[in-house]
């Protein structure tokens, strides 16, 4: 069988055509050697730049360092906000190879806890690829070191040692100065920068570390080290130091801020302290609050859901952004104006329990009978203040009002202000389209109706008719600051005012036991009790429901002959005054003789079951039993309790 | 040839030898920078085992024809049963299998069968009288020889083996001179074949393979990493490259398989341009050689065996060059004398073996045809 086409193949023929074929081959393999070498050229000639700089993007690899963070300092040099060496872990996701893994490789070598894990996987799952996902932080050289050793079994993991924020006084200062966590992802995609996504960079999320981020981040530094496929660093090429951000001199003072935070115990409330020759403010607290420290190491699950679910609100800064009405609080500043509108203080009225405007019957906390302006001051008569707000017209009084600085925003540096409302006939013909009434004018003469201010205007109220001067207040400590104007009130009245607080505390007013435990001086105040609910639920005191319960307000200043510090003291729910001024009464005293106040102090926490922070962790450790209890139940793995808990009383055992 | 030197000795292909030796040396300076500066592991025992080879290379270079053309079948056969043994012990094992172990060494049967075929092919021709070269029975035999190796070597599964075996034995026959038109019309076969047989007839990672060859910036960190880094190597190397020990593609371990698949890389990255050229003249000066002994051939089993060795040798180099350079899928050929590897040094050295015992004996014209 031929397929040949029937040619007769001799031996010659054959060697012949080996020959001719094994010269094709030899230009075949020739040619592709000549392509080889082509190719090699073109590449390694052509394309060098690009290669090269291939090779190097390999090779080297640019690592930012984050710059140490400007402290904040009180007006005594000592630090609001620090920074604290720190040994930290992140992953980066884009790198991780098998997640499951090297986070369970990390929670053992780093024991984290199950909430810690599960907070973890969620982020990964979140994370875009170039967020860093934090593992922990605050670690000791033991456990760093154990991680260290084993990143190249865990690919994405990112030891680092640097630097964390630290607030030394924790939740004193949680509103105030807000916290610093790992940027967002719009943050990112508003701004590409590098540094953000580099782990352990932290911006500021809220308050003072917001506000000044701009002063406060520093420049970063940066590193060019020579790593391997595998991320291992083989020596550092060079170094750029970081650019520390500048420091902020606040005008707190940081031991009074926190003796605040901490006189306040249980309670939900604010104080506020400010300098009546500059109008610094000296202290401004919120409490119940948060500790900064938990929010800037990224917060668990289960202490956000206790904070969130507390009905004392610590989420919210209560300084700034809590209305309550001012009740009594304001009638000092109602008789300013019923002083410029020329009433005498002499004239007498007379209080039987009440007044009738119209057809309705305004109750007086009290019959006084017949009182003076004084005397209307110290004992708090409605009566009076009704009658007199009555002759002279609410426009009048609302004006004084904001004189002093109540219904204003201020200029501070803060992420917001909820600055309340001072009512007036045209408010409220903008507002409820309707006339103004007489008794929108008895109401608001209290410092109730749709009168409300927030804490810190009571204290720049305080401070204003302490002064007399146009105090604003201040935050940032600056140096040279011209004096404040003085306010177009008469002196005489201002002065006439500050002797009717005098009486409230050291006559026969309604806060003697606010009275300083000092000698030579003396405090001048004013109370206020601001209802709540209608008076069906009684007076609103200390026997009925905690939601129900009046306000307890106080403003005050000492000394009273040359007043150099006004304060304004807000319990929320407190059942009255007489939660507020006592609070007022032990934070002045502490302005004069720390020893004394701190003493006081010492004694209550231990009644109250010890210092902020010992209190929030056992908060949170029984909110996690009961939530785990909770999830038990809802499973099935534990039968629910035989008495159903009442809302109420539950309610009262968060706020403990 | 100088007096004092005793004849076996001056007899010895020096120029041959030598070649080989400067290449291999040339190897041994490549893989000492590979391994960061250090003779271990791999340069001192790529030296070690060359040598090895070497000796036996001289030893293959007494045999005569006689002999080679006696064990071509026998060895063949063996070579057959290795390979089934290794999937017979795979098959045990579970997974791929391309080693047998006999306990003083390991063999890579596949590797044997690069020769073994040349050997079998060769015979098969210089056996077949010289009028039935365009007959039936030129072709039917060899598809028999090839059936077997081929369908074991794919099943280990080795494409890359597969795909030399069978070059080198078309080679063979087409040296031969089996009809032109059968390769011709073959060429068009495979252009029509391919695309049909690559949806249908490789395994997963082949068809990934030869996707990222095609575009390999396309997945950078997975498939296409090895051909992305390695052109980065060569790219980045220059003309005059980064100097002896100061690649850093290859220390950093951004290139895989330095040492071994894409040593060239390596290579191109620390000596650039003029170390690629070098090394594609050191491979020129042998395949002339290799072609020149089979040319100089007197006998047809010389002459077809001589040039099956050679292309074999060439496939490896070219395969593997086209491999680094990004201009072929990745298969896993490494590049001869300068890979670190013991079995595939031992097939190409085989090689050269029996192509320096063709050199010095190229027989009678006739003598065989006689």
Redesign the interface.
Known sequence: MSIGGGKTISGAVQALTFTRRATVIGGLQASIGVLLAGRMAYISVAENERYQLLSESNRVNLTLVPPRRGWLIDRNGKPIANNKTDFRVDLIPDRMQDKDKTVATLARLLSLDQEEIDRINKELEQATSFQPVQVATGLDWESFAAVSVRLPDLPGVSPRQGFSRFYPTGAAVGHLVGYVGIASAEDYKENPDPILVTPGYKIGKDGLEKTFEDRLQGKPGAKRVEVTARGKIVRELDSRPDIPGKAMQMTLDIDLQEYAARRLGPESGSVVVMDCKTGDILAMTSMPSFDPNSFSDGIGQTEYGMLRDDDHVPLRDKSLKGLFPPGSTIKPMVSLALLRGGIDPEETVSCPGGLRVGNRFFNCHSTHGTVNMKRANAQSCDTYFYKMALRIGYDAIALMARELGLGAKYDLPVASQSYGTVPDTQWIKKRHDREWENFDTVNSAIGQGFFLSNPLQLCVMAARMASGRNLEAKLLLEQDRPAASPLDISPEHLSFVREAMSEVVNGAGTARRARLPLDNIKLGGKTGTAQVVSLKYGRGGRDVPWKFRDHGLFVCFAPVENPRYAASVVIQHGGGSSSAYPVARDVMTFLYDREKAMKKLVAMEESWGGTISERMDRQLAAYRAQKELEKAIAEGRVAPPQTEANGEDSAAEVGQ | MNDFIPAPIAQLPWKTILLLLVMAGFGFVVLYSAAGGSVTPWAGLHMVRFMVFLGMAIVFSRLKENFWKAIAFPVYIVVVIMLLGVELIGAVGGGSQRWLNLGFIRIQPSELMKPAIILAVARFYDLLP??Q?????A?WPLLMLLAFPCALILLQPDLGTTITVLAGAM?VA????L?MR?FIGGAAAIAVITPIAFFFGLEDYQQRRVTTFLNPENDPLGAGYHIS?S?????????FGKGFLNG??SH???LPEGHTDFVFATM?EEW??MG??AV?FG??LL??WG?GV??RAKT?FS??AA?GLS?TI?FYV?IN??MV???APVVGIPLPFLSHGGSSMMTIMICIGILMAIDRHPGRR?GT?G
Do not use: E, H
């Open positions: 010289a009028g070269i365009r007959t039936w029975g072709i080679t087409f040296l031969a001179g009809p059968l880094q052109k980065i190597a060569i790219g980045s190397g220059g003309i850093t593609q950093l371990d951004y191109a650039g341009l690629g050229v594609l491979f020129f395949f002339r072609l089979a040319m047809r002459q077809l040039a292309t060439f070219a060059l086209m350079m990004g201009l006739g045809f």
